[in-house]
């Protein structure tokens, strides 16, 4: 577990927290967890560590590509579960806070984050991220 970086510890804790924001944690989040895991090449076993044990310094990354990718993750995860609650659009805003998205357009790309991410109409990632020309 020692290769996976405070940075990508921090990214699972929050989309731990994120599939849990509404208080019921489905299977289909925690299949979703164990894909996004698969996905960085990190193991079952491993990612369970990462949600059991104590971390000290949680990182976000520098890099504003990175910043959006993970909020494209954490907006997938709170649609997971076939739905989206005010408590999980709540949750999106303050990962935008912390990722440093400006304030003013934190409403409107939380709106695109969700639209983007929904099940019946998702966009790849890279799509999306290319879309925004940054």
């Given amino acids: 577990m020692e290769h996976i970086s405070a940075e ?11 599939a849990f924001t ?7 989040e925690l299949n979703m967890l ?10 079952k076993d491993d990612l369970n560590r990462v949600l059991t044990s104590p971390i000290t310094e949680v990182k976000i990354p520098n890099d504003f590509r990175e ?4 909020l494209y993750d954490f907006a997938c995860m709170a649609w997971a579960d076939g739905k989206i609650v005010d408590d999980e659009r709540n949750t999106l805003k303050k990962y935008c806070v912390l ?12 709106k695109l984050l969700i639209d983007s991410t929904d099940p019946t109409k998702r966009e790849a990632k890279s799509t999306f991220i290319n879309g925004l020309n940054i």
Avoid at 8 to 18: E, N, Q, S
Avoid at 22 to 28: K, P, T
Avoid at 99 to 110: A, L, N, R, S, Y
Wanted: net charge negative; no cysteine.
């Fill in 8 to 18: 990508i510890k921090g990214h699972f804790l929050r989309l731990y927290a994120m």
């Fill in 22 to 28: 509404d208080n019921n944690f489905h299977s289909s």
């Fill in 99 to 110: 990722f440093e998205i400006e304030d003013e357009e934190i409403d409107g790309f939380v």
């Fill in 34 to 43: 164990y894909q996004f895991a698969e996905d960085r090449g990190i193991s």
């Fill in 67 to 70: 910043r959006v990718d993970h």
